[in-house]
């Protein structure tokens, strides 16, 4: 998510628009710490509540807003839900715009939330715009689809010296809830069962980290694997120039920056086919190879095929590039955000009255669903179930 507001930032500042964050909590000292490293301070501000009390919070975050009268105040749905809920208490004079980054059903129920209260939504992928529509009520006139956007990386298409063995990565938060990292092992598994000679590196941590550590060192993946942990932002385009393939089992996404990172330093995405989504930024075949949810057996095939066709891996990987310099710059996405904030300057929408602060609530969307209770497996059942009956995919 800062990766998204650093690059948000830097594309409205082609227009002279600043973008700042802010937060407030008991512990300025205890956010800078976590901060520790990073530019974050530079572009934000922390505020001292002396609790965490969320109506305390909440109090202090909308004290700010007032003392620095922004044209436009970002909300990034599902950030917190005690920030995304102070969309009903702003004053009518603020003008706001949710952005919405993934296709979860909790994140979709949050965003419904506050959509009476927002001038206009951001959905970050086609996919996003059609599901607020279709099962939030939201109007098509109040949705725009503007992508994330990438720093590029110029040379990244050049003939790499690819080795002899297919250098497979795993980039990002390691849970398997949205990512799919349980079908790692089987999927690269089944590509050494072929024959391929690959090294798999793992880069991120996540819930389900040890659990993955555990299942490759008892399996045939020992000793072709590394795991490097939390990579810094500025390591991670070395990271990706560094790897022929990445590896994207993903059970749901947005819009996947890894991936548009990957594309843009020319590592080949192997990803699930998420409608709308990973379709959206691959053109399977062109520029990338997509895979149905969970199949194991798809994915290790488009393995084996890179690693048996290595003039096809450089093709793919030029074209990455190029599909990412077309289409999801700096530039593209500031020009689309100046244009949005521009008609709402001009044409604001009637919003909700604010709610008093005094009344501060969470609503039953932005609290955890029932289906948070259901074991994995089945959760992994319903979403894969859910999505290749609605796509007809196989």
């Known amino acids: 998510m800062y990766t998204a507001f650093l690059n948000l930032r830097r594309a409205l500042a082609l227009h002279q628009i600043e973008v700042r964050w802010f937060e407030a909590g008991r512990s300025v000292a205890a956010h800078a710490r ?4 990073a530019e974050d301070l530079e572009f934000g501000s922390l505020l001292a509540t002396g609790t965490d009390d969320d109506q305390a919070r909440a109090r202090a975050l909308l004290d700010y ?5 922004p044209d436009l105040v970002l909300i990034n749905v599902f950030g917190g839900p005690l920030e995304t809920n102070l969309v009903r208490y702003l004053p009518h004079h603020v003008r706001r715009v949710q952005v919405v980054h993934s296709i979860s059903r909790s994140t979709y129920r949050a965003a419904r939330s506050v959509r009476d209260w927002t001038d206009a939504t951001v959905a970050v992928s086609p996919r996003i715009r059609q599901d607020l529509i279709r099962s939030q009520g939201f109007r098509p006139d109040s949705i725009d689809v503007i992508p994330n956007s990438v720093e590029l990386n110029p040379g990244a298409s050049v003939l790499r010296d690819r080795g002899r063995a297919l250098r497979v990565l795993v980039h990002g938060r390691v849970d398997h809830s949205s990512k799919g990292v349980n079908w790692l092992p089987q999927i690269v598994e089944r590509a050494l069962d072929a024959g391929v000679n690959l090294s798999l590196t793992v880069s991120g941590e996540g819930p389900d980290l040890a659990r993955l550590r555990t299942r490759i060192a008892a399996g045939a993946l020992a000793g072709r694997s590394t795991f490097l942990g939390f990579v810094e932002r500025e390591r991670v385009p070395g990271l990706l120039r560094a790897h022929d393939v990445l590896l994207l089992p993903s059970v749901y996404e947005g819009l996947s920056l890894t991936l548009l990172e990957a594309m843009a330093a020319g590592c080949v995405p192997v990803a699930s086919r998420i409608r709308g989504v990973t379709d959206y930024v691959v053109a399977d075949g062109e520029s990338g190879l997509l895979f149905p949810i969970g199949d194991t057996q798809a994915a ?24 990412i310099a077309a289409r999801f710059t700096f530039e593209a996405q500031g020009a689309a955000l100046l244009s949005l904030i ?9 919003l909700n009255e604010p709610l008093p602060i005094g009344r501060w609530s969470l609503p039953s969307r932005l609290r955890p669903g029932w289906w948070h209770v259901l074991p994995a497996p089945v959760i992994d059942l319903l979403r894969v179930t859910r999505e290749r009956v609605r796509f007809g995919t196989a």
């Not at 976590?34 to 490293?37: E, K, P, T």
């Not at 521009?342 to 009637?350: A, G, S």
């Open 34 to 37: 976590a901060a520790a490293g």
């Open 65 to 69: 807003i007032e003392s620095q009268r």
């Open 300 to 323: 290790a095939a488009h393995l084996i095929e890179l690693d048996r066709n290595r003039s096809k891996l450089d093709a793919l990987s030029e074209a990455a590039c190029r599909a």
């Open 342 to 350: 521009q008609r709402i300057l001009r044409e604001p929408r009637r």
